[in-house]
Each structure stands twice: as structure tokens, then as C-alpha cells.
């Protein structure tokens, strides 16, 4: 029979506490390097309110800290494409899947730190399931004919980059903000307007890739 006088290990509590620590750490880290990517791994700890060697004991390195930033980003883009996905109306789980990545202003870490650290291979693979998820929400959206003909995979990704630009110092105008412009492109984005062609060859796949080439 169990010792009612023995007592429990604190390990979850430890645990608890830990996944909280890294919580306050990876949302300093977020805002300290969309503020600035050059920025020292110590004015994270400093914004974060732990101590330097706390910090180095989750993340060997700020490379490594950017990373983990970048792949919860892409694995939250794949996420919200999967529940995007799940809606049985091609346009609506595309407008709700955009919605959903604005809010959660995925891009703008992928503009500001793209480039500044070499991915790995689990990231590689995590961007080809987001794109193919990306281009079977697109393709279902044409298929229902809400989505204008001449739109490719490669216009969302510019759309997401153009939401995340908008930003204002109050964080809940910033959403509202986004929120508005996304509209207005998913209004232009509708077969709804007056039939005219875009400008210009469309976005063609990898043109953006040069981006996370490592810059040293």
C-alpha cells in the first residue's frame, strides 16, 4: 500500500514551471528580434527578467533560440492550413486560415529573420507540408469558384507579408488594423470584381526562397 506519509516528487510542478520560464523567454525573444534580429542574446534574458545562464541553459546559442522562434512559427502556419482544410467550404477555410495566420503574425518573424540562421532539416520538411497544404487551400478555393483564376500559391505568402508590415505601438490596433487590409485583399482576391487581369507575371515558385540563404 502506498506511504500516505511519503511525499510526491515535484517534478510536475518543476516541469510546470520550467514550460513557463521558456514561455516568458521565447515571447521576449520574439519581440526583442522583430524590434531588431541583430539585437544580443542578452537583451532577451534582460526583457525576459531571467538571468544570462538560465537563458543558455534552454538555447546553446541565439542562433538556436532563433530557430526554435522560426519553427513554432511554421508549425502554426501548418496548423491553422490543416484546420483551414478541414472547413468543407474551399473559400471559407481559406479567408479563416488567412485570418487566423494574421492574427497570430506568423510573417513577421519569417521578414525580419529570414536569413540570419541556417534552418534544419525538420524546418525543410515542415515548409514543404505548409506549402502543400497552402496550395491545396488555394486550389479548393478555385475549385469552388470564389478565388480569382489568375492567383497563385505564391500571392499568399506575399498577402500574409503585407498584413504583417502593419503595425501601430498598441497591439490590439495592430490586429484590428490587419485585420481591415486583409479584408480589403480578400475582396480583391473574390471572382466578385469588375474582371480585370493583375498586373505583372505572377509570383513563380522559389522566387523568395534567396531569402533564408545565410547571410554572414
Known amino acids: ?14 516541469r510546470a514551471q520550467a514550460a513557463r520560464n ?10 526583442v ?5 541583430k539585437a ?7 526583457r525576459a527578467g531571467v538571468g544570462i545562464s538560465a537563458l543558455y541553459r534552454r ?11 522560426c519553427r513554432d512559427g511554421l508549425r502554426r502556419y501548418v496548423a491553422e492550413a490543416e484546420a483551414g482544410l478541414a472547413d468543407p467550404d474551399g ?48 486550389k479548393r ?5 470564389r478565388l480569382r483564376p489568375d492567383i497563385v500559391v505564391q500571392d499568399v505568402g506575399l498577402l500574409l507579408e503585407a498584413c504583417a508590415a502593419v503595425r501601430v505601438p498598441d497591439p490590439e490596433r495592430t490586429r484590428q488594423l490587419r485585420r481591415r487590409q486583409l479584408a480589403v485583399m480578400l475582396a480583391g482576391l473574390s471572382t466578385g470584381g469588375d474582371g480585370s487581369s493583375l498586373p505583372g507575371p ?15
Open 202 to 216: 505572377p509570383p513563380a515558385p522559389g522566387e523568395f526562397d534567396w531569402r533564408w540563404r545565410r547571410r554572414e
Open 59 to 69: 538555447y546553446a546559442s541565439k542562433e538556436d533560440l532563433l530557430r526554435t522562434l
Open 40 to 46: 544580443p542574446i542578452a537583451a532577451v534574458a534582460d
Open 22 to 31: 521558456d514561455e516568458v523567454i521565447l515571447d521576449a525573444a520574439r519581440a
Open 91 to 138: 473559400w471559407r477555410g481559406l479567408a479563416g486560415f488567412l485570418e487566423r495566420v494574421v492574427d497570430a503574425d506568423v510573417h513577421s518573424l519569417t521578414v525580419h529573420l529570414a536569413g540570419t540562421f541556417t534552418p534544419t532539416e525538420e524546418m525543410g520538411r515542415d515548409a514543404v507540408r505548409a506549402n502543400e497544404l497552402t496550395t491545396s487551400l488555394v
Open 1 to 14: 500500500m502506498p506511504n500516505p506519509t511519503a511525499k510526491t516528487p515535484p517534478l510536475a510542478g518543476r
Open 33 to 37: 528580434f522583430l524590434d531588431d534580429p
Open 141 to 145: 478555393a478555385h475549385d469552388g469558384g
